[in-house]
Nanobody, 120 residues
Framework: QVQLVESGGGLVQAGGSLRLSCAASGRTSFSNYAMGWYRQAPGKQRELVAAISSGGRTNYADSVKGRFTIFRDNAKNTVSLQMNSLKSEDTAVYYC?????????????WGQGTQVTVSS
């Protein structure tokens, strides 16, 4: 089992930046997991924002390419999402996920989510 706890959400103006962090704990070899961030806006399906494999390969949703960066620190069992040039459409609950990498992330474990609100 892997427990995931997100932090760093909040309210920010459009054009601003936020960094989300996710700490993993439990019976885990964190470095072996692919990690990712998903988001879900009201009335919409959960969607992948960014993912990173155990080897450091990344992929991003087209809507965030060039603005968001995912990175991991295996020594600290954390994965982070740096979000720049935020837009109102980035408003959502952001979830951390851990799983395997088959072409992209296949999530198995989820965090509880953290709210990101971007005001225009």
């Amino acid at each position: 089992q892997v427990q995931l706890v997100e932090s760093g959400g909040g309210l920010v103006q459009a054009g601003g930046s936020l960094r989300l962090s996710c700490a993993a704990s439990g019976r885990t070899s964190f470095s072996n997991y692919a990690m990712g961030w998903y988001r879900q806006a009201p009335g919409k399906q959960r969607e992948l924002v960014a993912a990173i494999s155990s080897g450091g390969r990344t992929n991003y949703a087209d809507s965030v390419k060039g603005r968001f960066t995912i990175f991991r620190d295996n020594a600290k069992n954390t994965v982070s999402l740096q979000m720049n040039s935020l837009k109102s459409e980035d408003t959502a609950v952001y979830y951390c996920a851990a799983g395997t990498w088959i072409v992209g992330l296949v999530p198995k474990y989820w965090g509880q989510g953290t709210q990101v609100t971007v005001s225009s």
